[in-house]
């Protein structure tokens, strides 16, 4: 039964990446210790190759994290609440028929005295 990636807490993923790093390393680190065998460099093109596809890969990684994670912020800033503060006396609130005495909802009114 296939699991859904609701509640996951991303340990799979990150697994699958470290498996997908190691494995893509190793297999060009092979092909380039059989460019040294073949042609008798050893250990410079298993060494050269490898450092380069360990450092791509990386890279690649990183873009991927940075996407995602732009993608996440915008998310969240499409989810927050507006940046209003306070009320707008226009429409959010209604004056009272009356007030106690000496108070006012001018803006005017509470400067002059």
């Not at 296939?2 to 092979?30: C, H, M, P, Q, Y």
């Not at 450092?51 to 732009?70: C, H, T």
């Not at 004056?95 to 006012?104: C, D, I, N």
């Amino acid at each position: 039964m296939a699991r859904s990636a609701v509640g996951s807490d991303g340990s799979e993923d990150g697994l699958a990446k470290a498996i997908e790093i190691a494995l893509t390393f190793g297999l060009f680190v092979a092909a380039g210790f059989g460019l040294d065998y073949w042609l008798g460099t050893a250990p410079w093109f298993m060494l050269s190759i490898g450092l380069v596809v360990f450092i791509l890969k990386l890279f690649v990684e990183w873009r991927r994290y940075a996407e995602r994670m732009q993608a996440h912020e915008q998310e969240m800033a499409s989810n927050r609440p507006s940046e209003r503060r306070g009320i707008q006396r226009d429409s959010d609130l209604d004056e009272p028929a009356s007030l106690p005495t000496g108070v006012s909802l001018d803006v005017d009114a509470d400067s002059s005295a």
